[in-house]
């Protein structure tokens, strides 16, 4: 019997089916178009369509005259582009219609606060918020009916989102009927989310969810338990990797993740479910069961994982993409997974037009067609070259999903990622065995948990990889390079990738683009790696654009640092210090415990030694103060609590802490006004650091002192640049240089306009992070000069 061709090597040699896609692409497009319409004109969009669909098919079936042969080629093209609009017009003006319901607008419009009848669509999720704040829920669901403020009710079936701080909300299931006392918002709009209810109260169960769900949700306890034992960068990660729960995911690990472009690997996607289903398929063959026995099993397995992950569109989405590819290998037929993939494509745009903007679906149906287009051919030539097959496919795989999903990447990060391919190549063998004992090790844990906690160990070293993959991939510092955002920037690098794509199609240009390839890459890596230009040569003070935070870095040495506050979130303070090569903290200063300058203390700590922290006496706010002796002891740091006219000096660095002069109650802001105020010497260079020391506590400092005590060149502005200063404290400053840390768009008015006034008109070269991204004051032959890093698409919170 002559040997049975390959899947890849029939896709290859043959050309692929498109007959479906422009149906897809017009479908999805026009769906897209529609969530930023309203219905009339959704509706008219697939009226003309029609009407142009008509007259096309009409004409190509000769009733209205004899069309060319070019014509007839490309004709029915046309004709079912046309019909997609109709389909995906007419459908999402449907689900327009109903959203935009005249009885529910008009509450949102006044924000009434109403009784709502909801069904939980999804898992609550919590937003990352500051300490000492209560964490806000996210909460979608269906809007069954409600009773207004005058006691008429409305019945709707609308998508709406839940915003709930109260815990009660925490524990619900999808499927979970309740009623809550709510206040009613308007949406952003780009979706099919009819309203936003503000919940400040508990909600009131209506039963409990359905078997599956309560199952699915014993599952998912039991794989968290499992992985509580973890470290907590693996046992954050796990859950994320298994069943899409990121809610103990570190903020570094996921900075991380998103710098590699290893995103797609913290939520459930097509490769999860191709995993799994996979896996079950080869026990099936193991075992010698015939074809439509392995093929219920694995019919078993997906409906099952879906229901473990969550049957929400997105996981619906992801079992969809994923199972295209099984269902053509084990139908025999390759070149019918593209017919299948546009039909999904078509169908699932229409059941829910939401899908046409999510990231996630376009992710997935761009990596699903970049395995199914680019994959096999590129694995083939690579074979013809002499490749092995098993490293064929491993190169060939990462760099074809990666190439198909990078426009719209770039379009959202606004970067783009020179080591994603490589990372995702070496992140390839632990997915699986991360993903097959996770999966196990939830399924056993409500029978055995001792048991599913070895599993989980065993399924964390795999992680571990992937941790350490992204961790190292994301230190390269010609790791990403900067890209055109939005729109503009996806279909600029789309458009790039084509044109790429069909030139090479020719040898000459192929060997051509290598060359030119190799050439930048050998021109510009060295350049980035050795003259980097950040940080800047003799800096003696970085202030970190880390948000509406501050983080504050003195130098001490190659490698070290003294660190003033961490800012509000791990994952800026981090990037911060490997920006500047920090590897080692000398100390780190808390000048209060205010989130926005501990919140990211974890970040600090991260992969580095901390050898002490300093602490103000004021120990308000708690949670904050806790989160600070929680990373201590966790880095093994000594805590020194330090009064006024401590003194630290190490290295190139001289430290004296100026204030509090005494305990300040009764203020505008106490933690504010007990920040502790230090005075830094680098290299010869004053540097005041006064926190967020808002008017009182700088006069209870220039009663207490001279002012000379506080003359400094570089100035790092108390509180954000708020108007809160006093006139006397700066001019006893008197700086030649103000560094701002402040937040882009925040909502407090930072910094004040007459504070950066008076300071301008003193002939202060004023610096913020807002705007100039990383400052930095240098200390060069011409004396002191500062440098701004810039604010990259995507840097600022």
């Not at 149906?365 to 083939?380: E, Q, Y």
Request: glycine share 12%; charged share 15%; net charge positive.
């Amino acid at each position: 019997m002559p040997e049975q061709p390959s899947p890849g090597t029939s896709l290859a040699a043959d050309p692929p089916d498109l007959r479906l896609a422009g149906l897809a692409v017009a479908a999805w497009l026009s769906a897209l178009a529609g969530l930023y319409l309203d219905a009339s004109s959704a509706l008219l969009m697939a009226g003309v369509a029609a009407a142009l669909a008509a007259v096309g098919a009409l004409h190509l079936l000769g009733l209205l005259g004899r069309p060319r042969a070019a014509v007839r080629r490309y004709g029915w093209i046309a004709v079912a582009v046309a019909l997609g609009v109709v389909c995906g017009g007419t459908a999402t003006a449907a689900r327009l219609a109903v959203r935009d319901a005249p009885a529910l607008r008009a509450l949102a419009e006044q924000r009434a606060s109403v009784t709502a009848e909801l069904v939980v669509r999804d898992d609550p999720r919590p937003i990352r918020g500051a300490p000492g704040r209560p964490a806000t829920l996210l909460v979608p669901a269906r809007l069954v009916g409600l009773v207004g403020p005058d006691g008429q009710r409305v019945s709707a079936s609308v998508r709406v989102l839940a915003l709930a701080t109260d815990p009660a909300w925490r524990g619900l299931l999808p499927g979970q009927r309740l009623t809550a006392e709510v206040r009613l918002g308007l949406p952003r709009g780009g979706d099919l989310t009819a309203a936003v209810l503000s919940a400040a109260g508990p909600p009131l169960r209506r039963g409990p969810p359905s078997w599956p769900q309560r199952a699915a949700g014993s599952l998912r306890d039991g794989l968290q338990r499992a992985c509580a034992p973890l470290p907590a960068e693996q046992g954050g990660l796990l859950p994320g990797l298994v069943v899409g729960d990121t809610s103990r995911l570190l903020p570094t690990v996921e900075e991380d993740f998103r710098a590699t472009g290893m995103t797609h690997l913290n939520a459930v996607s097509g490769s999860n479910v191709a995993i799994v289903v996979g896996a079950v398929l080869l026990l099936a063959r193991w075992s010698r069961a015939g074809p439509w026995l392995a093929a219920g099993l694995c019919a078993v397995a997906l409906v099952g994982f879906v229901i473990l992950v969550r049957p929400s569109p997105s996981v619906v989405r992801a079992g969809t993409m994923g199972a295209i590819g099984l269902a053509a290998l084990a139908a025999g037929r390759p070149r019918a997974a593209l017919p299948a993939l546009a039909a999904a494509i078509t169908a699932l745009v229409l059941v829910d037009p939401e899908l046409a903007g999510d990231p996630g679906f376009a992710l997935s149906v761009l990596a699903t067609g970049g395995l199914l287009l680019l994959a096999p051919r590129w694995r083939d030539g690579l074979r013809r070259r002499g490749v092995p097959a098993g490293l064929a496919e491993a190169l060939a795989v990462p760099a074809a999903a990666q190439l198909a999903c990078g426009p719209v990447v770039a379009g959202l990060s606004g970067t783009v990622s020179l080591v994603a391919v490589p990372a995702n190549l070496l992140a390839v063998p632990a997915i699986a065995p991360a993903t097959v004992l996770g999966v196990l090790a939830a399924m056993i844990s409500p029978l055995w948990p001792a048991g599913a906690e070895f599993v989980a160990w065993l399924a964390s070293w795999p992680a571990l990889w992937l941790v350490l993959v992204a961790r190292h991939g994301a230190a390269l510092p010609a790791g990403t390079l900067p890209w055109m955002g939005g729109v503009p920037g996806a279909l600029l690098l789309a458009a790039l990738t084509v044109a790429l794509l069909v030139a090479t199609r020719r040898p000459v240009v192929r060997r051509l683009v290598a060359v030119v390839t190799v050439a930048v890459v050998l021109g510009t890596l060295p350049v980035r790696l050795v003259a980097r230009g950040w940080p800047p040569s003799g800096w003696v003070v970085v202030v970190c654009a880390v948000g509406q935070g501050d983080a504050v870095v003195l130098p001490v040495a190659a490698g070290r640092a003294v660190v003033v506050d961490a800012g509000p979130e791990p994952a800026a303070v981090d990037g911060c210090l490997r920006r500047l090569g920090i590897r080692e903290v000398s100390l780190l200063v808390v000048s209060h415990f205010h989130a926005d300058h501990v919140g990211g203390v974890a970040g600090v700590f991260r992969g580095r030694r901390v050898s002490e922290v300093l602490t103000p006496g004021w120990s308000e706010p708690e949670t904050g103060q806790e989160l600070v002796r929680a990373a201590a002891a966790g880095g093994r740091a000594r805590l020194v609590t330090a009064p006024a006219g401590w003194t630290y000096r190490v290295g190139g660095v001289a430290l004296v802490v100026l204030g509090p002069p005494y305990p300040l109650r009764g203020t505008r802001s106490d933690p504010n006004n007990n920040s502790l105020v230090l005075r830094a010497t680098v290299a010869g260079v004053r540097i005041l650091l006064p926190g967020d020391a808002e008017s009182e506590e700088q006069q209870a400092l220039l009663d207490r002192m001279p002012p000379s005590a506080f003359r400094a060149e570089v100035l790092k502005v108390a509180h954000h640049g708020s108007g809160y200063q006093d006139g006397a404290f700066l001019d006893a400053v008197r700086p030649a240089v103000a560094l701002v840390p402040v937040g882009a768009g925040n909502t407090y008015g930072h910094p004040h306009p007459a504070l950066l006034a008076r300071l301008s008109r003193g002939g202060v070269r004023v610096l913020r992070t807002d705007t100039d991204g990383d400052v930095a004051a240098v200390r060069g032959d011409a004396g002191l000069a500062v440098v701004a890093r810039g604010v990259r698409p995507g840097t600022q919170p």
